[in-house]
């Protein structure tokens, strides 16, 4: 039976333009040169500025990080502020998610479990991996986390939450802690995390910091330098999955082969 996507979700996701609110760029003035800044060649009026200015945040300013990662936080549940996504997943969001609600993560959620299905475009791809990569590398970014785990984090990981951004400590603290979490929902919020680290390498930070050389030697080879970012996380964990069983089952060999020498 041939479903047809409900044009709800149109009309919900068209509504954008009432939800994005632009940055104050009077703090951004430098990052944003239209001369110097590659962010400030981007379009105005487009949000494109925006999410440019969010995956540059380590070369901003001080004071255009300070505001563009506070405009993160007010965002995190609402892909309806990231123009760009919207755009490149113009197509997914009706097809696979025309009966999910705005405003609480679980649009992005649902595209990223739909990522491998016929019809999802590799644009869309990127676009959602990029955006997931910032949610499971940063409590504070994370809806679901955020929204559920206040109180366990301050019980548990109180020291870890005054960590740098991005450094995947507060997230990496409550996967450490799971059986001494108070909330249910904390739980659960922690579980859909740890799935997305369990499939995409770049998304879990305390595993990528410590292991890259290694896994993009291993699993990249001469490639490495291109095969650095989150669009290949998932490529490097396949590699690295099927290298382990190889592993096993030659150390199985070895085994026998001994046992009938």
Known sequence: MCVVPSPTILARISSSSQVFRSLPFSACTTDLDPITSRCGKKPAGTGERLVCLKRS??????ECA???YHRQEEDKGDLRTDAPLLGSCSTEIPLFCATIQTGKGDLLNCLWES????????????SISSKMEQQTTDARLNYKIAS???????????????????????IACL????????SSSCRAAVRLTVRKHATN????????????PDALLLCCGDEASE?????NGEHIMQVGERERRAKRRAKRFSWRSRISD
Request: aromatic share 8%; hydrophobic share 30%.
């Open 201 to 212: 390498f770049f998304m879990d930070a305390k595993f990528s910091y410590k292991c890259k």
């Open 148 to 170: 559920s785990c206040d109180s366990d984090t301050a019980s548990l990981c109180a020291t870890a939450a005054d960590a740098p951004q991005n450094s995947g400590a507060t």
């Open 66 to 68: 300070a505001v563009v």
């Open 227 to 231: 095969c650095s970012d989150v669009t």
């Open 175 to 182: 996967k450490t802690n799971y059986e001494k979490l108070s």
């Open 115 to 126: 990522r491998r299905k016929s019809g999802f475009s590799a644009a869309c791809r990127t």
């Open 57 to 62: 945040k380590k070369a901003l300013t001080p």
